[in-house]
């Protein structure tokens, strides 16, 4: 039995006082990650800070046209939230692909983005993992990497950030908000993320001590040409094997703006300006899809298990990209059908 405290912070900076009074403590939203690496013996919090009742809950509308999205607003009543589903279809999309109806309900739009990696060798604490711990090694680089990383790998780790909502964020261009002792600041969600380096221990650039408590949709969600396309082993309750969030901005057959993600293949979700570049201006047919998949992955590289999934992914832009021009996005199971 390992012990550990359990407290309830009363409001954002009560949360934000307390975790920073103790750095071996975690905060804990929905618990559907946290309370599995902790049985795992991943994490050995000496504290839980619990933040599910903090006033985080709510979608409002913001003044340039957007919207701000709570920490805890649950990933379900997101997913259907109407103004989600009427204006950002594709994050709707994204997240009914990923876990389970019982997951999705529990599970936090804040701690959605900090879930870590399913690298099999981080879960498993009798192998080496430079992410668990620092320059102990990584078992996946000459082990079983199937479900690993293709691009932005280093030497000393080459997992995958797990998640399907921060794709679609990604490629929607969100702002994460994030409160911590120095005050108030906002990530750009192409930073938030990081790239293994030598230090894959770090996942985020969150500082310590800050809460997420917004996530912030520019106005453009690109509702009338989307998809997100994600492939799995199995149907549901499985983690991407390599998926697609596509959105495109279509005048006359011509792509004025887009934006490609992809989730499965790297340490945070994947995208290039200069594959979205060169979209804009083409027809939205195959041959530009087929150009922007090859700069999309260009600097892809294949391990022992996972080389298949360069193929994979290049199929999977140019049919994503395909359902998003032709306005036929990708159904998921538990779409409602209004
Ligand atoms: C079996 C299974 C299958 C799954 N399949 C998928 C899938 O296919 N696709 C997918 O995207 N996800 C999947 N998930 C992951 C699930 O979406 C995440 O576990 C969930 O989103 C995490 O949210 P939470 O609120 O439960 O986080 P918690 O477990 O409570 O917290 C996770 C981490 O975030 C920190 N944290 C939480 N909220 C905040 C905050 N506001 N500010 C700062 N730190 C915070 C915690 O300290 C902790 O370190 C699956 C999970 C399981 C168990
Ligand atoms: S890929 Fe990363 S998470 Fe997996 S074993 Fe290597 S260091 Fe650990």
Redesign the pocket.
């Known amino acids: 039995m390992i012990n550990f405290d359990y407290v309830r912070a009363t409001d954002v900076a009560d949360a934000v006082r307390q975790i920073a009074a103790n750095p071996a403590a ?12 902790m049985k795992y013996d991943v ?1 050995r919090p000496a504290q839980l800070i619990d ?1 599910s009742n903090l006033p ?1 809950k709510t979608v409002e509308e913001t003044a340039s046209g957007g919207l701000r999205i709570g ?2 607003v649950p ?1 379900s009543d997101l997913a259907y939230n109407p103004l989600i589903e009427d204006r950002y279809p594709l994050l709707s999309s994204a ?1 009914l ?4 109806q019982q ?2 309900n ?11 990696t399913r690298c099999f060798y981080f879960y498993d604490v009798a192998t080496p993992c430079n992410k668990r711990q620092p320059g102990s090694g990584c078992s996946a680089i000459d082990g079983i990497n199937r479900i690993n990383a293709i691009l932005g790998t280093s030497d000393a780790c080459i997992a995958t950030h ?5 794709v679609a964020l990604a490629a929607l261009e969100a702002t994460v908000h ?1 409160t911590g002792p120095a005050g108030e600041r906002a990530i750009a969600f192409a930073d938030f993320h990081r790239l293994p380096g030598d230090t894959p221990h770090i996942d985020n650039n ?1 500082a310590p001590a ?4 917004a996530i912030e949709l520019p106005p453009q969600g690109f509702a009338p040409n989307y998809s997100y396309l ?1 492939i ?1 082993d199995r149907l549901s ?4 094997l390599v998926s697609v969030a596509a959105a495109l901005e279509i005048e006359g057959g011509v792509i004025r703006q887009a934006r490609l993600a992809l989730g499965g293949v790297a340490h945070k979700p994947w995208r290039k300006p200069d594959a979205e570049a060169a979209l804009r201006g083409e027809r939205a047919e195959r041959a530009a899809f087929a150009k922007a998949a090859d700069i999309l992955l260009r600097d892809a590289k294949g391990f022992a298990h996972n080389a298949f999934k360069m193929d994979l992914a290049r199929r999977a832009i140019e049919r994503t990209l395909t359902q998003a021009a032709s306005g036929t996005p990708q159904i998921q199971a538990y779409k409602k059908i209004r």
């Open positions: 975690r905060f804990i939203a929905g618990g559907t990650n946290l309370i599995d690496l994490e933040i985080l920490a805890l990933n997240i692909a990923g876990a389970s997951l999705r529990m599970a936090s739009t804040g701690g959605n983005l900090l879930q870590r797990p998640s399907d909502m921060c994030v969150l800050e809460i997420i408590t994600k799995r309750y499985a983690f991407a």
